[in-house]
């Protein structure tokens, strides 16, 4: 089933954990783990990686290398002896993680590591997932894991592609439960075979003080609101400040989009987590003094000054990013790792994603887009889901061109395009933090076919509520538009291909029309057409006719995907679609 690599596989691993809750909320973490590596690209099987902050504590480490032929001890490694790197990156400024790095290195195969560990946190807040099999192309022998926890906290869990019965010991204060995995199948580079995991969380939790019981998301929300109390309370001046800005306004979105406008122009993004404050927000005042703040921190700033305006926002949670898994309703936990604003207003709820500094108020991209978040109240939480911008309007390109045909096959170019939604996206970002060079790189890239040497353009923003739009007004100069024979010129019906990167969201509205008139006299020589395709996840609709204008093209693409179309999916169809566009190029005969 797995061909060779179940007779070679990068590494051979045996491992025991143990995971301990205490009375005191705390987590005893103690694992033991021996590896046998073969061949050079098992060696990063052995790297291990260990957080240390205020929460988090590693008591002890050690790390025997054994060369397999000799069996001889040829290092041994200690926690003093790991290297530490501070947990930061270009847009952190604070942050108390350190982490200590063990890694093989000039070792010569096959070898044996025998890893032990011993480290803590003083919170089951978060409580780590066991893994059995621990990286792809790994044989793993025997995997066992040891659960204890008291039951006055409790504890929940949940299998996934687990092959073995837990068993279960009760003692008069504690609960042990224990799995005993072996031989356990390897997982290829690559596969879809489900990974086998076993989720856990806890019932009864607590974090420097703040208590309270994470079996249903309505808990989980109560304490988040714990540590968003009073948080978003602005100072006074700020606070006159704020009505000033929509003094005047009668619409709630205009009123919003203005606020958010003002947000995205004041305050910077910049990422801190010491300690608990992972998770708690800073107090507005000290963002507003500051002028920076992280998701959690601009989220309960925005909130703090829609509600000095009347208008009521809720505190979110969402995992954010590409690599989001979907959440699982039925088994509160904590799986997040972004904050961003619901508000609900008399014409529907909008999303504001507090960090982007160039999108409009409740348009947050694919960033954010359809999953589920836990929305915190007064009272707890609730779950919900961001929209999922299927709709044409967040979806669409539309684009007029006037292409002058020079008798050499170059061609003169002017054109006007409409991006909204999806596609008006990567247009912002350029205008928003694009230099000059990377303007035109981009727009020669990207505003038609090959070929294009864009020379003077201006970038409109506008939008339309929630919608991004961006208007590009451009004219050059094509070079080769047109395949020239001696008697003839064929034109694309289609100049610009369909790129994967188009349907991000599996839906497209595209429009296209082209005025073409050429410096020397033609006639049409293929039909003028009228081509209908109809598929299941695709319509196109093509037109060409001569009129006193010149030659007209008129395109219409219409995709639809499914919501969970991978990627592959999307690139099988765009092939297929450029294929198609390919078959109906216009044929002109030269009359001279």
Not at 34 to 59: C, F, M, R, W
């Amino acid at each position: 089933m797995h061909g060779t690599l179940e007779l070679f596989p990068d590494s051979i691993l045996e491992k025991e954990d143990k995971i301990t809750l205490m009375e005191d909320f705390s987590v005893v973490y103690q694992s033991h783990i021996v590896l046998e590596i073969y061949n050079p690209s098992g060696l990063t099987h052995a790297t291990t990686k260990l957080p240390e902050d205020a929460l988090n504590k590693i008591q002890y480490f050690e790390a025997n290398i054994i060369d397999l032929v000799s069996g001889k001890t040829i290092k041994k490694v200690k926690l003093k002896d790991l290297k530490s790197i501070s947990y930061q990156d270009q847009i952190s400024l604070y942050d108390d993680t350190q982490i200590k790095i063990f890694e093989l290195e000039g070792i010569a195969l096959p070898a044996r590591v025998e890893i032990s560990i011993q480290r803590s946190s003083s919170s089951n807040f978060f409580i780590e997932d066991w893994y059995p099999i621990m990286y792809y192309n790994q044989k793993v022998r025997k995997a066992k894991l040891e659960l204890k926890y008291p039951r006055i906290l409790g504890l929940r869990y949940k299998e996934q592609a687990i092959n073995s019965a837990v068993s279960e010991i009760k003692a008069s204060k504690d609960i042990t439960l224990n799995w005993h995995l072996e031989d356990l199948s390897i997982i290829e580079f690559g596969s879809d075979e489900v990974i086998p995991v076993i989720e856990i969380a806890p019932q009864r939790f607590s974090l420097e003080g703040y208590t309270s019981n994470m079996a249903s998301w309505e808990g989980l929300g109560a304490f988040i609101a714990q540590l968003n109390r009073q948080k978003d309370a602005l100072p006074l001046n700020f606070a006159d400040e704020v009505k000033q800005m929509v003094e005047g306004i009668e619409d709630e979105y205009e009123k919003v989009s203005v606020l958010y406008t003002y947000l995205q122009k004041n305050y910077r993004y910049v990422a801190i987590s010491l300690g608990i404050g992972g998770w708690m927000p800073r107090p507005a005042n000290e963002v507003v003094a500051t002028k920076y703040g992280e998701c959690k921190a601009l989220s309960t700033l925005m909130k703090g000054m829609l509600s000095e305006v009347g208008i009521e926002s809720q505190y979110t949670l969402v995992f954010a990013g590409d690599d989001h898994k979907p959440l699982d309703r039925d088994f509160p936990n904590n799986k997040f790792n972004h904050a961003m604003l619901r508000v609900p207003l008399k014409d529907g709820v909008i999303w504001l994603e507090c960090t982007n500094s160039f999108l409009p108020a409740g348009f947050s991209g694919d960033f954010t887009m359809n999953r589920d978040v836990l929305v915190v109240t007064d009272k707890g939480g609730f779950l919900d889901r961001t929209p999922d911008y299927r709709q044409q309007a967040y979806n669409s390109i539309e684009t007029i061109y006037e292409i002058e045909l020079l008798g050499n096959g170059d061609a003169r170019l002017k054109g006007l395009s409409k991006f909204s939604g999806f596609p008006s996206i990567g247009y912002l970002h350029l205008e928003k933090h694009g230099g000059e060079k990377q303007r035109r790189d981009y727009l020669n890239r990207e505003l038609g076919g090959t070929g294009i040497l864009i020379q003077n353009y201006s970038i409109e923003k506008v939008t339309i509520k929630e919608i991004p739009v961006t208007l590009i007004n451009f004219d050059g100069m094509i070079q080769r538009f047109g395949q020239q024979t001696a008697k003839r010129i064929i034109l694309p019906s289609h100049w610009k291909k369909l790129d994967p990167s188009m349907i991000t969201n599996g839906v497209l509205n595209w429009k296209e029309e082209y005025i073409i008139r050429s410096e020397r006299a033609v006639e049409m020589e293929s039909n003028e057409s009228n081509v209908k395709i109809e598929s299941d996840f695709y319509s196109f609709h093509l037109e060409s006719k001569v009129s006193s204008e010149g030659i007209k093209i008129s395109n219409q693409l219409e995709i639809n995907l499914p919501a969970d179309a991978s990627h592959e999916t999307k690139e099988k169809l765009v092939t297929s679609i450029n294929q198609e566009f390919l078959k109906h190029q216009l044929l002109l005969k030269k009359l001279e």
